[in-house]
């Protein structure tokens, strides 16, 4: 859990490292963006993206998952700060 009031936090597990790795956005209105690839055909391709997009007066962050290989929005929600 974040020690500071942040309007978004991830906490990723990654297999074969000792400990998880943390973030979020420095200001009230800051935003991130996490861009997931996997290989396919000996290729990486993108598969999933994840927008975490705050509001520039701090009222608001939009939640948009987008399918990487069809572009297609799987989610997109707003939660009020």
Known sequence: ?????RP???ELSV?????????GPNRRTGSMR???TVRQ??????ALSVEL??????TMVRLVVTDGFTGAIILDRGFRQ
């Open 1 to 5: 859990m974040p020690r500071f009031v």
């Open 8 to 10: 978004s936090f991830v």
């Open 15 to 23: 297999d074969g490292r000792k400990s998880t790795i943390s973030a």
């Open 34 to 36: 996490a861009e997931f």
């Open 41 to 46: 055909d000996a290729e990486f391709r993108p």
């Open 53 to 58: 997009i705050a509001y520039g007066d701090g």
